[in-house]
């Protein structure tokens, strides 16, 4: 497939599409990690209803329908076809609207959308194509609009928490998922929002959180939140 998607990468979600509903799963880090970072994404963008958002890299869903069960029109977009089988039978099951794609964000017809989102996406994305990941990204936004990613950077301290701790000890994701050095820092990213035509405008970091599931923070040295405007001028 054309465009920012690594077929390796796309084949290891796909295997992963019958788990990406179940809690206790393969993507129980991403269930324990959706509540706060989508409150941090609606917390920018202020009400959600009616605006228009796109869902890059969806896979089965779970931000997407967030979304949309706070009034948002959400489209979907994902390389990994049995993983948006599994997003359009879960929301047909809860009874959820969301229009899923199959494809990446260069497929796409530019502008229309009030905000893009990127969750846990650009890691898996070739360092060479994210460049034009990132553009794509900023021409499928309105002007005005928000881009907002998040993703792993890359410390000593992610490489324990995401591929020791979660991959090779506690098991929470199948080994191989991530590769350490395809994480991106923090500058790096900025640097790529930037050269889009973005303007950063926030970061967070997300952290474990002693009562369970994650909380958001200053660390950024694990998982992070990015979020950039485009201007309304461009």
């Known amino acids: 497939m054309a465009g920012s998607a690594d077929q390796a990468e796309v084949a290891k979600f796909d295997a992963l599409a019958g788990e990406w509903w179940n809690p206790r799963g393969p993507m129980a880090p991403l269930h324990a990690m959706n509540p706060v970072r989508m409150g941090w994404i609606a917390a920018r963008l202020g009400p959600l209803q009616g605006l228009r958002i796109l ?5 089965a869903g779970l931000a997407s329908e967030w979304l949309a069960k706070q009034g948002a029109i959400v489209t979907g977009l994902d390389a990994a076809g049995a993983a ?6 879960h929301a047909t099951i809860s009874g959820v ?5 199959d494809g990446t964000p260069e497929s796409l017809e530019a502008g229309g959308f009030d905000a893009v989102i990127a969750l846990e996406v650009i890691e898996h994305v070739p360092p060479a194509e994210r460049d034009a990941f990132c553009a794509a990204l900023t021409r499928l936004v309105k002007p005005g609009g928000l881009v907002v990613l998040s ?4 410390t000593r301290r992610a490489y324990l928490f995401a591929i020791l701790g979660a991959e090779r000890v506690l098991r929470w994701l199948p080994v ?4 350490w050095k395809l994480f991106v820092t923090p500058a790096e990213l900025g640097a790529l929002l930037r050269g889009s035509g973005l303007a950063v405008t926030d ?10 599931g994650f909380r958001i923070g200053r660390d950024l ?10 201007p309304r001028q461009y």
């Not at 191989?176 to 590769?179: A, M, P, Q, S, V």
């Open 55 to 59: 869902d890059v890299g969806c896979g």
């Open 84 to 89: 948006l089988e599994a997003a359009r039978a």
């Open 97 to 101: 609207q969301v229009e899923y794609r």
């Open 151 to 154: 993703t792993l950077n890359r």
């Open 176 to 179: 191989g998922t991530h590769d």
């Open 203 to 212: 970061a967070a970091g997300m952290t474990p959180s002693l009562l369970g």
């Open 221 to 230: 040295a694990v998982n992070y939140l990015m979020a950039a405007r485009k």
